[in-house]
């Protein structure tokens, strides 16, 4: 049996570690159901059967941050923590202040440490919200994904249409201040309207963060295996950009601006910092089955299996199905094609001679901020954030 140092993050990793922002991604594979578009690594509880109990993923969970913090020494306290999934609600509140308590045992957490856990508005009540407070969370994001009822069916959504808005403003009242809705746009046989009727619904919960992301269609998904039948369209490039357009104008005339490509937050404060400290190049452990970790230039994900997961760390293992160690190369095209999304943009300075000649030549074409880039930054214009990933391609090529 290999021992607990078969993976080993070398010493180069940990040099500057603290001066980059440390957060700690914590997934849970258990869903209820499987959604039609989701390729997430989740599972229901028919397809684990009795093989991988929450108890056990738990147990493993602080048996494997009790390894990352040995793998760190002099790790500073943690800044921001993400509980992800799959439908960490399904835990309870009981189950989600476990998860922080481990989290908080291995690194601690800094004072100000942003908390964040996702939830599917089902599995929530106004005791929930009162519970996760309680725990230290600090943050919720709800799963909406429209307020269509036909829009739902097609994504194999289980919620009732006005939930996700009643489970909102349930977190409100329990103290959370920043709390976000989920929206899909661009499902096939969604109208205009019923997105803006959407919209109009995440605009009356009062919440201060939206992400919205166009509907992609996953290999090895039902949605998939749907419109390979035919009995669906895939979704359409014109629409999804019309639909984009539709969600910014109406988020920023409510005051939410874009401060990522998919993201709008009210203030500055309500802007998700673990978010941010993946886009511009921080240090965090991904701990739970197919979690993904970045330190210091070292990437590495874990095996995806909850079974497995736990039985390897029940042996002493780090459950590390792989790794990498990022070239220059790689660093350069991930910060490129990360930070040119954010609303601060990139500094020109970051591009090599080839990629800055690029730039002036997106600005030249409409795609970047001729203004921002005479100072010095790689902005995106409203027409450059319907084109981004192409405008990246333009700037590493």
Same mark, same amino acid.
């Given at each position: 049996?290999?021992?607990?140092?078969?993976?080993?993050?070398?010493?180069?990793?940990?040099?500057?570690?603290?001066?980059?922002?440390?957060?700690?991604?914590?997934?849970?594979?258990?869903?209820?159901?499987?959604?039609?578009?989701?390729?997430?690594?989740?599972?229901?509880?028919?397809?684990?059967?009795?093989?991988?109990?929450?108890?056990?993923?738990?147990?493993?969970?602080?048996?494997?941050?009790?390894?990352?913090?040995?793998?760190?020494?002099?790790?500073?306290?943690?800044?921001?923590?993400?509980?992800?999934?799959?439908?960490?609600?399904?835990?309870?509140?009981?189950?989600?202040?476990?998860?922080?308590?481990?989290?908080?045992?291995?690194?601690?957490?800094?004072?100000?440490?942003?908390?964040?856990?996702?939830?599917?508005?089902?599995?929530?009540?106004?005791?929930?919200?009162?519970?996760?407070?309680?725990?230290?969370?600090?943050?919720?994001?709800?799963?909406?994904?429209?307020?269509?009822?036909?829009?739902?069916?097609?994504?194999?959504?289980?919620?009732?249409?006005?939930?996700?808005?009643?489970?909102?403003?349930?977190?409100?009242?329990?103290?959370?201040?920043?709390?976000?809705?989920?929206?899909?746009?661009?499902?096939?046989?969604?109208?205009?309207?019923?997105?803006?009727?959407?919209? @109009?619904?995440?605009?009356?919960?009062?919440?201060?963060?939206?992400?919205?992301?166009?509907?992609?269609?996953?290999?090895?998904?039902?949605?998939?295996?749907?419109?390979?039948?035919?009995?669906?369209?895939?979704?359409?490039?014109?629409?999804?950009?019309?639909?984009?357009?539709?969600?910014?104008?109406?988020?920023?005339?409510?005051?939410?601006?874009?401060?990522?490509?998919?993201?709008?937050?009210?203030? @500055?404060?309500?802007?998700?910092?673990?978010?941010?400290?993946?886009?511009?190049?921080?240090?965090?452990?991904?701990?739970?089955?197919?979690?993904?970790?970045?330190?210091?230039?070292?990437?590495?994900?874990?095996?995806?299996?909850?079974?497995?997961?736990?039985?390897?760390?029940?042996?002493?293992?780090?459950?590390?199905?792989?790794?990498?160690?990022?070239?220059?190369?790689?660093?350069?095209?991930?910060?490129?094609?990360?930070?040119?999304?954010?609303?601060?943009?990139?500094?020109?300075?970051?591009?090599?001679?080839?990629?800055?000649?690029?730039?002036?030549?997106?600005?030249?074409?409409?795609?970047?901020?001729?203004?921002?880039?005479?100072?010095?930054?790689?902005?995106?214009?409203?027409?450059?954030?319907?084109?981004?990933?192409?405008?990246?391609?333009?700037?590493?090529?």
């Amino acid at each position: 049996m290999s021992t607990p140092d078969a993976f080993q993050l070398p010493a180069s990793a940990l040099e500057g570690l603290g001066t980059r922002p440390f957060g700690v991604y914590v997934h849970v594979p258990f869903c209820a159901t499987r959604c039609g578009y989701c390729d997430f690594n989740t599972y229901t509880a028919g397809e684990l059967g009795s093989g991988a109990a929450p108890e056990d993923w738990l147990d493993g969970l602080r048996r494997e941050l009790d390894l990352a913090a040995r793998q760190m020494p002099g790790a500073p306290a943690v800044d921001t923590v993400f509980v992800g999934g799959g439908t960490p609600s399904l835990l309870g509140a009981d189950g989600l202040a476990a998860v922080l308590d481990a989290v908080r045992q291995a690194f601690g957490l800094a004072a100000d440490a942003e908390v964040t856990t996702e939830s599917n508005p089902e599995s929530t009540s106004p005791r929930f919200f009162e519970g996760l407070r309680e725990a230290g969370y600090t943050r919720v994001s709800l799963g909406m994904q429209s307020a269509a009822p036909h829009v739902l069916r097609v994504l194999d959504r289980v919620h009732t249409p006005g939930r996700p808005v009643e489970a909102a403003k349930e977190a409100r009242a329990a103290g959370f201040e920043h709390v976000n809705l989920d929206l899909i746009y661009g499902t096939p046989g969604e109208r205009p309207e019923d997105l803006q009727s959407s919209l @109009d619904a995440v605009l009356e919960s009062g919440v201060d963060h939206v992400s919205a992301y166009a509907l992609i269609v996953e290999d090895g998904t039902a949605l998939a295996r749907r419109v390979r039948k035919g009995e669906i369209p895939a979704p359409d490039d014109d629409v999804l950009a019309a639909d984009y357009e539709l969600v910014d104008a109406m988020l920023e005339k409510a005051g939410l601006r874009w401060y990522e490509v998919s993201n709008w937050a009210a203030t @500055d404060a309500a802007r998700c910092r673990h978010n941010l400290g993946y886009w511009l190049g921080g240090d965090w452990w991904g701990a739970g089955p197919g979690a993904h970790s970045h330190v210091g230039g070292v990437r590495w994900w874990n095996v995806k299996h909850p079974a497995r997961y736990a039985a390897t760390l029940a042996g002493g293992e780090l459950p590390v199905g792989g790794h990498e160690l990022l070239t220059p190369e790689d660093r350069h095209l991930e910060r490129v094609m990360l930070e040119l999304r954010l609303a601060e943009g990139l500094p020109v300075e970051a591009l090599d001679a080839d990629g800055a000649g690029e730039a002036r030549r997106a600005a030249e074409d409409g795609l970047l901020s001729a203004s921002d880039l005479a100072a010095g930054r790689a902005v995106l214009t409203d027409r450059g954030r319907l084109l981004a990933d192409a405008v990246v391609r333009r700037l590493v090529s």
